[in-house]
C-alpha cells in the first residue's frame, strides 16, 4: 500500500482519489508518521448518491413559493399586526 505525505497528497489529490475509486488504497503521513488511509466506498456506500432527485416527479412546489407570506412577513417586519 503506497504511503504519501500529507504536501503530496495536497498536491495530487485528484489523482489520489481517482486511484482509491479504483481499489488502489493509500495512506496519508504527516512527519513520516502514518495518520489516515484513504479506502474506495463500498457499492453499498455509493448507493446513497443516488438519494438526490429520488421523489422527481411525484411531488410540485407551488408557482408563488418564493413569495409565500410575504405580506405577513412585511408586517412583522414593519411592526404591524394582522
Known amino acids: 500500500m503506497q504511503t504519501v505525505n500529507i504536501h503530496e497528497a495536497k498536491t495530487n489529490l485528484s489523482r489520489l482519489v481517482e486511484e482509491a475509486a479504483q481499489g488502489n488504497s493509500f495512506i496519508i503521513a504527516k512527519a513520516g508518521k502514518p495518520m489516515v ?3 474506495p466506498l463500498s457499492a453499498e456506500e455509493r448507493k446513497g448518491a ?12 407551488p408557482d408563488n413559493f418564493d413569495s409565500l407570506g410575504a ?8 411592526g404591524k399586526s394582522a
Open 37 to 39: 488511509k484513504v479506502l
Open 50 to 61: 443516488e438519494k438526490l432527485g429520488f421523489m422527481a416527479g411525484e411531488i410540485s412546489t
Open 71 to 78: 405580506l405577513e412577513i412585511m408586517r412583522l417586519f414593519e
